[in-house]
């Protein structure tokens, strides 16, 4: 048999009594006396008299002097008779009769009872006690009193039912008096309340009143140790919390006594301990059941170091009275890190820039500032820059880096002329080493540079003779100057021959060492030809010059080679030599020579002369320039060999001809002879006629002369005089002509006058006299006839034949130094000659005037003026241009608005002043507009500022948000696109810009500026229906229906066991079940006789008794949820217990044994069965609050 029990709890009343509120005069009373002094018994309670008196009696009349009062005669004088009904045997007085409507008498004795049930340590709960007037006259409640109990101080009424005493019923009439009870502590707490009235049988009324904790108390702390992690040495942490809270049973309070740091007076650690609203908690404090406090740690590290505590907390636990959270962090600071470090930039080509970026980092766990960045001991030919640093203002503003953030800054290095240059970037800090010094380097070079000659570098070898018949080959040797203009040594690596390059190119030397700046090396390529025509190629010459490339090659160059192979043969004609034969002696012969190119190739005739011994009676004739090629085999070149014997007898002699053909003998040899022959004395050959012989007779006389005879016996007769053209023999011979400073010749046998000497001339046209006039002297025929001397305000003369300008007269000078027109200028008149030659009168801008050899200033030109009246510098003034005297002298051009100038003699402004501009150029007035400030017109003319969903302003020439339009905001604090953000539906700027919509475990929207919970994440509820909280409830992960695989199994209770389950049920229809076995140990029940078992399931924690559970229950432990069968009780409980039972009565219990053997023997029976828990609502609201139950089981 199954039964439920539902505990009572003892009563305990305190002996003392106290009135609520303090006594005014109204009390119990049975007769005058018991009341004070002024006041009179009426009906069992002491009233006050309005008039007092003494014992003479002094009252007016129908008034009775009664214990120091005048009270209306007839009055009751207490309640030992009826009331005062006025006499004996009539109708009952009226009487007042108090009822207790609520609570109802209970227990033996009856007695009414106020439970105020399980109440948490500072929860305030009201309780009501209604009673009636039943009677058939004015009930009057006068006093409400406490009788002092265990806690009765925290019982009370409230102080306006207080201050409406006496409370007046009319017959009929309920009232209702509150009592609160507000528990202070954890302990039971118990009073009673004396309601004292005017009734006559029962005026004083007791309610009992009771309030009990249950339970044990449980001390749990949660998390167990808090991490601080990295925090800035001197700085203090965010603060990390950890909770204490009250797990224990039932409603029992938790006295929390102390919570302290394990190290006292620990530097590095702080703590705060709130309640569980946020209120700063004072210990002691009482915890109740399910409720915490909240302890703040806060970590201020004051080293660099690791740091470890615990906090100790104190309470009244007696399982747990000491409990701790250990503490740990780091203190730690800021490390500059530099990379790279040292900072070298290498080499740097001189003129050209190398830059390094350097990276600078906080390696630590502390930010700390940069406050400068700077090169020192350097040249000017570094620079140091940075896209992430004002370096300029990093004194006034610095940098602070965060851990693991880095900036950057650029080494540039520009050098001017070679060698190491060094220094240090200094960056001070706010770490540990306020200066850190990097040391930067680089080092300036100009590479080696390849100059080469010739330039371009091609070696042309022409043409290079082989010999087919010999196999001789000439070779040919060309030198390329490889010279170094650069500042570092050159290197040739390699000298090799281009693909395709013939072999008959060689080169040397193969190998170079280094060569200096400034010096050279010579590379020789010779040409040996192996076959007939050309070649051509290339070397390929592999350096370090880093400015050059060839094919993609860095540092190569080429060498571009052409060579000719060929063969030419020198051809002689005729082959054999020349053979003169015999010549008479004195007489001429001459014979030609042929010489032919009969090879390939061009043929060079370098020198053609007779050999030494050859007879002198030889002689070469029309011979060609030397040297000469015979470039074909179709060109002839000819010259002749000439022989004149001077004597009678044979004559030999050889031509020597050098040439180019190495097939040849060098030189090749024309053998030549031939014979002197002669006529006999006195006679001589003239006709050649061999018939004839020497057919003339001559004896020679010696040289030819004017006589008519054959003086030489050359067969000619005067052959060297011309009679026709001879002076000295003209017609006739010794016939000579002669005439005065004349020369005479003679033509066709006649005497002539030829011309004149130099410096004479026949200006008579006379020969007779010759040449009369000496034309370089005369001045009427000066160097020639008829021309007389004559200049313009000049005297005259002739020298030589010239005429001779003399003296100018006076006024005038030859400026052009020109005789032709004398002295031309008139320097007392002439602007550009006034007062001498040269002598210009020019004046800047103006015209000027000659008078009596002195300039004057005559005119301006237009458009200049002299302002300064200063001819020295003549019309100084542009009045077209200049804004000092613009159209006129002294009329300066205003500049107010803007740049002034003068244009064309009339002021205007060429450029307006910053910030305005002319936009309006129709409304004569210029640079009107204010582009800094118009919106119309921002930063130039036209540019109307225009922003998204905003008013714009101009401000300094940029176009600025004035106003955003309704429903926009401009969140970036960036003008340009004006107000870019929709306010009214952006979750991150919703109403207004940085206002977030965020809302614990849910997501948010924005709908008309304002901000919705949208929907809950998973697992979440919204079950206030408050968003500020979000969705503030989270379902636990309890089984919602009776599942074999899903529901919670708690296993098999052992003996003593106390389980403890907890959770919510989220949303409204949510249940939670759990599972268990209980075996019954029944054999220990027969040994001893006894039946121990017991279940009980009750809640720990139920707040607002919001949850209540069925229980199911199964004897076959195999059973699973389809075989749970109905509740063990019909409706839900809030407390259910199995008690162990007998054969003989379910309900006590009773001794058993295992078998029966008579009446009255109980048998033990074997309770072991499986068990379902379904925890639902008890039919209140759906809340965020936890149950907690307790399953205790004893076998």
């Known amino acids: 048999m199954l039964m439920v029990v539902l505990a009572l709890l003892a009563v305990t009343v305190g002996c003392s009594s106290t009135a609520l509120p303090p006594d005014d005069g109204n009390s119990l009373c049975a007769e005058d006396q018991e009341c004070s002094w002024g006041s009179y018994c009426d009906d069992g309670v002491c009233q006050q008299a309005d008039i007092l008196c003494d014992e003479s009696g002094s009252c007016a009349d129908g008034y009775s002097c009664r214990n120091g009062g005048c009270v209306l005669s007839g009055s009751d004088g207490g309640d030992a008779g009826d009331g005062g009904d006025g006499g004996d045997g009539g109708e009952p007085r009226p009487e007042p009769d108090i009822q207790v409507d609520e609570p109802p008498l209970t227990g033996d004795p009856p007695g009414y009872q106020l439970n105020f049930g399980n109440v948490l340590v500072g929860e305030t709960v009201s309780r009501s006690v209604v009673f009636s007037n039943v009677g058939s006259a004015e009930l009057q409640v006068v006093q409400l009193n406490f009788e002092a109990g265990g806690g009765a101080e925290d019982f009370s009424v409230p102080q306006q039912q207080l201050d409406a005493l006496p409370l007046v019923l009319a017959p009929g009439e309920q009232a209702t008096i509150d009592v609160l009870y507000t528990a202070s502590d954890g302990l039971t707490d118990s009073a009673i309340l004396d309601i004292i009235s005017n009734d006559p049988d029962e005026a004083l009324v007791q309610i009992h009143l009771l309030s009990e904790f249950k339970g044990l108390a449980l001390a749990v ?80 590290p004051q080293a660099r170091e690791a740091d470890s505590d615990e906090v100790v907390v104190i309470s009244d636990d007696q399982s747990n009275p000491s409990l701790s959270v250990s503490l740990s962090g780091r203190g730690v600071l800021g490390d500059l890190a530099v990379d790279p470090s040292p900072a070298d930039l290498g080499r740097v080509r001189v003129g050209e820039h190398g830059e390094l970026l350097v990276t600078l980092s906080n390696s630590g766990g502390a930010p700390f500032d940069l406050t400068s960045v700077a090169l020192a001991d350097v040249s000017g030919e570094w620079i140091l820059s940075s896209t992430d640093l004002d ?162 090659v860095p540092g190569r160059f080429r060498i571009d080679l052409a060579a000719s192979g060929i063969d030419p043969n020198l051809f002689i004609s005729p082959a054999g030599g020349l053979d003169f034969d015999d010549i008479y002696v004195g007489r001429r012969v001459e014979q030609q020579v042929s010489l032919r190119n009969a090879g390939t190739g061009p043929l060079e005739i370098s020198e053609i002369r007779m050999s030494a011994g050859s007879s002198a009676d030889f002689e070469l004739v029309d011979l060609p320039a030397l040297p000469l090629t015979i470039s074909s085999t179709a060109i002839e070149v000819t010259f002749k060999v000439a022989y004149t014997p001077d004597v009678i007898g044979p004559d030999l002699g050889a031509v020597e001809i050098f040439s180019s053909d190495m097939g040849a003998e060098q ?234 100038i003068c244009d064309n003699g009339s002021c205007d402004i060429s450029s307006c002043n910053p910030g305005l501009e002319d936009c309006d150029p129709n409304d004569g007035v210029q640079c009107e507009t204010d582009i800094w400030s118009d919106p119309n017109n921002c930063n130039g003319c036209g540019l109307v500022c225009s922003l998204d969903h905003a008013s714009a302003l101009c401000s300094t020439g940029s176009c600025v948000v004035d106003q955003c339009d309704s429903g926009w905001g401009d969140c970036n604090n960036q003008d340009p696109d004006g107000c870019e953000r929709d306010v009214t539906s952006d979750p991150n700027n919703c109403g207004f810009c940085g206002n977030v919509c965020s809302f614990d475990n849910a997501s948010a929207a924005c709908v008309d500026s304002n901000c919705q919970l949208d929907s809950c994440d998973a697992g979440y509820y919204n079950i206030n229906g408050d968003p500020g909280d979000g969705c503030e409830c989270l379902a636990d992960g309890v089984a919602d229906i009776c599942d074999d695989g899903t529901i919670t199994d708690l296993g098999t209770l052992g003996d003593g066991a106390v389980e403890q389950v907890a959770g919510n049920l989220i949303p409204a229809d949510d249940e939670d079940w759990y599972t268990f076995t209980a075996p019954d140990n029944n054999t220990e029940d027969i040994n001893s006789g006894s039946d121990q078992y017991h279940l009980r399931i009750s809640f720990a924690s139920n707040p607002g008794n919001q949850y209540a559970f069925y229980v199911y229950r199964n004897t076959n432990v195999s059973a699973g949820c389809a075989q749970k069968g109905t509740p063990v009780c019909p409706g839900a409980d809030i407390e259910y217990e199995h008690y162990f039972y007998n054969e003989c009565s379910p309900i006590l219990p009773e001794a058993c044994r295992g078998s029966t053997s008579g009446p009255g023997d109980c048998g033990c029976a074997n309770n072991t069965a499986r068990y379902w828990l379904r925890v639902v609502r008890a039919g209140t609201g759906v809340s965020c609050d936890n149950y907690q139950i307790y399953i205790e089981f004893t076998q």
């Open 221 to 300: 702390v949660s998390p167990a140790a808090l991490d601080f992690g990295d925090v800035p040495v001197g700085q203090n942490s965010q603060p990390l919390s950890f909770s204490v809270l009250n797990q224990g049973s039932g409603n029992a309070a938790l006295l929390v006594e102390d919570i302290r740091m394990g190290i006292l007076a620990n530097p590095d650690f702080s703590l705060l301990v709130r309640d569980a609203v946020g209120q700063e908690a004072s210990l002691p404090v009482y915890v109740n059941n399910g409720d915490f406090l909240e302890v703040e740690v806060t970590y201020h």
């Open 391 to 552: 370096l300029a203002d990093l004194p006034n503003n610095p940098r602070r880096l965060a851990p693991a953030e880095s900036v950057t800054v650029l080494l540039g290095f520009d050098p001017l002329d070679t060698g190491l240059e060094t220094g240090s970037l200094v960056i001070d800090n706010t770490t540990e080493t306020p200066q850190r010094l990097v040391a930067v380097q680089a080092e300036g070079f100009i590479p080696p540079a390849v100059e080469v000659q010739p330039d371009p570098p091609a070696l042309l070898f022409g043409n290079v003779q082989l010999d087919f018949g010999s196999g001789q080959s000439d070779s040919k040797t060309l030198d390329v100057v490889i010279r170094n203009t650069g500042g570092e040594p050159l290197e040739i690596s390699s000298v090799q021959r281009a693909s395709m390059t013939s072999p008959e190119f060689t080169f040397s030397p193969d190998t170079f060492a280094l060569v200096p700046a400034g010096e050279q090396v010579t590379l020789s390529v010779t040409f040996t030809p192996m076959d007939l025509g050309s070649e051509n190629g290339s070397l390929l010459v592999d350096t370090n010059d880093p400015d050059i490339s060839l094919d993609s």
């Open 667 to 900: 030189p090749t040899v024309v053998p030549l002879s031939g014979n002197g022959a002669g006529c006999p004395a006195g006679t001589i050959d003239c006709n050649g006629d061999p018939q004839d012989g020497c057919e003339r007779p001559c004896v020679p006389t010696g040289a030819e002369t004017c006589n008519y005879l054959d003086d030489d016996c050359d067969c000619d007769t005067d052959e060297d005089f011309d009679l026709q053209n001879d002076p000295a023999n003209c017609g006739t011979c010794n016939h000579g002509c002669s005439y005065p400073f004349g020369v005479a010749g003679c033509v066709g046998g006649n005497c002539e006058m030829q011309r004149c000497l130099d410096g004479y001339s026949d200006c008579n046209l006379t020969d007779q006299d010759g040449c009369e006039i000496h034309t370089d002297v005369d001045v009427a025929n000066c160097g020639s006839c008829n021309n007389a001397c004559q200049f313009d305000h000049a005297d005259a003369s002739c020298l030589s034949g010239a005429c001779i300008m003399g003296g100018c007269e006076n006024g005038w000078r030859d400026c052009d130094s020109s005789d032709a027109n004398g002295c031309e200028t008139d320097i007392y008149f002439d602007e550009q000659n006034c007062g001498g030659c040269g002598n210009r009168c020019l004046y800047q801008n103006g015209a000027g005037v000659c008078s009596g050899g002195n300039c004057f200033l005559s005119s301006c030109l237009p458009g200049y003026d002299d302002c300064n009246n200063n001819p020295a510098d003549g019309c100084e003034v542009d009045l077209n241009t200049d804004v000092n005297n613009c159209g006129f002298c002294f009329n300066q051009c205003p500049g107010t608005v803007g740049t002034p």
